[in-house]
């Protein structure tokens, strides 16, 4: 049976969706276990003196071993970024993003995101793991979902329809659900921790919203490589400092700091660190390909993730011998998981979809084929830009053009790029097309029976290159 190309475009799109939406389900599940290592590293070694024995001021205790645990785990977090970045041969990219307008928003990001949001939820965590409830924060923070896709609304028009609305309800009921099981337990601690996950959920949500259009423009090995160094040379070299001279003097900064260092609990947070690398990446990633709010309501499911995987590693497995401490999860924990994907169910499909026309995934495909100016894209390449950057600005000068014709175009100056493939390429342009910089004109096939897809770019495109690649 011969397979038309507007069949096959509908394929390729629910592939290019999918993948999205593994992408941000992996990011939550990455981050329940960057959650679960990150509290594990906190209890071993001099940590487990400093929070028990009183030595420490309340405000050090509180302020700044958080910032210390949380720069750790963003160093050795973009420490792995790097070295994702150099197996795959992008270091170039990435010293030549940093220097960019988009490199500087995600530097934004990650002081939004990391000396003010993560380190918002590490004392949120520390609080409510003194309180015996640790999990109790996780879906307070989980709001960051509800958050970045309100702000996605505002900030770059993406659409909440009806159904993705009631999805994004349901996972904040289930996320509540989660955590109102371990309320038996609450007491001023628990509260204090649920207030700082509070603001950490808004910092996030702001984070998940720009960076997430930000990559866009970014790969997301560069874009997470920028963001974790960024945040954790600032929560180490700055945040932190200044914290602990405020609790007990500038003396205690380095006498705390070289503890943390020279401890082994240190590979601890290189192994939360290692998670958090696609808990980050993989949001990025998510939010670019299926939009803010779908994405943000995958990842969201570290409401669940994050308790979880605090019970195997210190209640199952019982690593650092605290496991009566950390009891399994109730069924009412359970049932939220179950509603909480149901939720994001809700959101990834309308229900006029999965029970109306089966071939609506077709009819908004562009039927016609091959445009007049097809393949005579002719815009600037300068090999000194990022590769993304490239893609882009290839199309800036309104005509149309598909893959090969972009391969083509940049063979010359990126031929040694790692990343000009035909894969890599198709990706970029539909997640431009998802994010609204390009727009499908048609799709036919070659001679082959293979697939083409031709984009030209839209208005707000070409702003968007002018005010930020220009």
């Known amino acids: 049976m011969c397979v038309s190309a507007v069949e096959l475009r509908a394929e390729q799109r629910r592939g290019f969706f999918r993948r999205g939406v593994t992408f941000a389900v992996m990011s939550g599940v990455s981050y329940g276990l960057y959650t679960g290592f990150l509290t594990l590293a906190e209890t071993q070694g001099p940590w487990g003196v400093w929070f028990g024995n009183g030595e ?7 302020f700044a ?10 160093l050795w977090s973009g420490i ?12 170039r990219d990435l010293g030549n993003t940093v220097r960019t307008r988009p490199g500087r928003m995600m530097m934004l990001c990650a002081v939004v995101g990391g000396p003010f949001a993560t380190v918002c939820y590490v004392v949120g965590l520390n609080s409510a793991t003194a309180a015996g409830a640790p999990g109790i924060i ?13 702000l996605g609304r505002v900030l770059y028009k993406q659409e909440l329809a009806p159904h993705t609305v009631a999805g994004i309800v349901a996972c904040l009921a289930a996320g509540a659900l989660i955590g109102g099981a371990s309320f038996a337990s609450i007491g001023p601690g628990a509260l204090v921790g649920c207030i700082f996950a509070f603001f950490a959920a808004f910092g996030w949500g702001f984070e998940g919203c720009v960076a997430g259009f930000g990559t866009v423009l970014i790969d997301y090995r560069i874009g997470i490589a920028i963001r974790q160094v960024t945040a954790g040379v600032l929560e180490l070299a700055v945040v932190f400092p200044v914290l602990a001279a405020i609790g007990d ?202 697939l083409r897809v031709w984009y030209r770019m839209n208005d707000f495109g070409r702003d968007m290159v002018a005010r930020y690649i220009g």
Not at 65 to 74: P, T
Request: negative net charge; contains cysteine.
């Open 80 to 91: 792995w970024s790097v070295v994702s970045c150099a197996v795959h041969g992008q270091l």
């Open 249 to 450: 003097g500038w003396s205690s900064v380095p006498a705390l700091l070289g503890a943390a260092v020279d401890d082994p609990s240190v590979l601890i947070f290189a192994v939360s660190g290692l998670f958090a690398m696609p808990a980050y990446s993989f949001w990025y990633k998510g939010n670019s390909m299926c939009g803010t709010a779908l994405g943000m309501a995958c990842n969201g499911m570290y409401a669940f993730w994050g308790p979880f995987f605090i019970w195997v590693i210190l209640g199952v497995l019982n690593i650092g011998g605290m496991s009566k401490s950390y009891p399994p999860l109730s069924a009412t924990q359970w049932a939220g998981a179950v509603i909480m994907v149901l939720g994001i169910f809700v959101i990834a499909v309308s229900p006029a979809r999965w029970f109306g026309r089966g071939r609506e995934d077709a009819d908004d495909v562009v039927e016609g084929g091959r445009p007049e100016d097809a393949g005579m894209g002719s815009g600037a390449v300068d090999g000194l830009l990022p590769l993304y950057y490239s893609i882009l600005r290839h199309f800036e000068d309104g005509a149309a053009d598909d893959v090969s014709g972009v391969l083509r175009a940049l063979e010359p100056a990126y031929g040694g790029s790692r990343q000009l493939t035909e894969p890599g390429v198709s990706e970029a342009l539909a997640t431009a097309k998802e994010n609204g910089l390009l727009d499908e004109v048609g799709c036919d096939q070659d001679d082959g029976g293979n």
């Open 65 to 74: 071993l958080a910032a210390l645990a949380a720069g750790l785990n963003d």
């Open 138 to 150: 996780v879906p307070i923070a989980a709001l960051n979902c509800a958050i970045g896709a309100v």
């Open 56 to 62: 420490l001021s309340a405000f050090t205790t509180t």
